[in-house]
Structure formats: structure tokens, C-alpha cells
């Protein structure tokens, strides 16, 4: 567990401040050239601290996670929307790629968004985490070697992420997702993770046996990862 350096803050506004002064450092060195995004109410706090501030992203190229399959980018549930909202309108960046949902080859499109992360090796991703232990839309189950691919979404995922969609729309049952193995190919992982629903995925890592069952455990076999958390675990 070396690996693995843990910080409790008291909330996820002192959590933001963390990941903000991390960035920060990683941009004030020249470190930081390719970024890896994640969205998610726990991302907002982050990103409100990121756009009242002075960090400069527009020599930075970032990838999001995932994105929701059947969802056009201007509809206030997909992903890009999110961004585009809570970041990207506020602060520009040299280049953003978010998986395109609307696609009409899903797989095609899961190829050359993989084929363009190998182009671009991300020097940090952020992450935030599932209540089932699920990182971007990797699932219970999913290959550690997956790379970006169609993934089918559990009920568990389905149930809490339906209390955001708005304007009745139904919740997609199938998203284009970054893989696990993307994901780990990453220099640095920042993950965040606030609240008692997800205590039970932050006592999975922080045991320390890696399963398939709990994609999160995944992040063990990294040599860099931050976890940021409000959780104090024993």
C-alpha cells in the first residue's frame, strides 16, 4: 500500500482544495501536459475551485472518461454537456476529447478514442468512484486489461444515476467508457471519494486484496495514486 498515500480532509470543499493544490504544483513544474477528467457530483466542487482560480489549462490537452450512449452533446444529461458547464465554458484547454455517444460505429469510435489516449499518454487522471466500486463505467466484473470499449451499465449504476437526469428522459443503459487498463496507463491517479455510500467500495482498497468484483482494487497495482476522502477508515 506504499503506493497508495491517503488524505482525509473534513469535507469535499477541504477535498477540492486538495486536488486543486496538486494540480497546481504538477502545472507550476511543466509536469502536466495531458489531463484526464471525470464527472459526477463529486467533480463539482473541484472544477468550481479550478474556475475561480488563476490555473492556466490552455496548453493542456484532456480526455473525459465516458459518456453515455444515445445522448447528443447539448442535452443537459450527457457528459459533454456537464463539461462544457462546470469547466470547459470557464476555462479553455488546448484540446478536449470526450467519447462521442452519438456515434454511429460504437466500436469504431471506441477504437480511435483509445488510439488517440495512446497518442497522448495521460499524465494524471482524475477518478472519483462508484458505490459498487465501478471507475469510469467499469463494472463489477470488467477485464482489468479492457481498453475503451461499449459498456453495459448495472442496475446498481442505473438507479443512482437516474435521480440526475432531468426533463424525464430515460437513464441509457450503455455508455462508451475508457478502460481499465486505459485508466491505469495513466503517470498519476487522483481519486476522490465523499460521503458514506461509498465507504464500502474506500474499505475495499483500503484492504488491499485486488478483484475484479471491485474494479477500484485495481488502483493497488498502480505506483501513484492519490486518495482524497472525507471517510476516515480504519
Known sequence: ?????????????????EV????????????????GLATGST???????????????SNITAFNLDEYVGIDADNPNSYAYFMNQHLFSKKPFKETYIPNGMAEDLDK????????????????????????????????????DSVTHVATLTDSTLGVN????ENDDKIPNIALTMGISSIIKSKKLIMVAFGEKKRAAM??????EV?????ITKLLHHEDVIVITDLQLD
Open 1 to 17: 500500500m506504499e503506493n497508495v498515500k491517503w488524505i482525509v480532509v473534513k469535507n469535499p470543499e477541504e477535498g477540492a482544495k
Open 43 to 57: 467533480m463539482i466542487p473541484i472544477y468550481n475551485e479550478w474556475t475561480n482560480s488563476s490555473l492556466d489549462f
Open 20 to 35: 486543486f493544490n496538486l494540480i497546481s504544483e504538477e502545472l507550476q513544474h511543466n509536469r502536466l501536459h495531458v489531463l
Open 203 to 208: 474499505e475495499k482498497l483500503k484492504a488491499g
Open 211 to 215: 478483484t475484479a468484483e471491485w474494479p
Open 162 to 165: 437516474s435521480q440526475y437526469f
Open 109 to 144: 469510435e471506441c477504437k480511435e478514442y483509445e488510439d488517440q489516449l495512446n497518442s497522448h499518454p495521460l499524465d494524471i487522471q482524475l477518478l472519483g468512484v462508484g458505490e459498487n466500486g465501478h471507475i469510469a463505467f467499469n463494472e463489477p466484473g470488467t477485464s482489468f
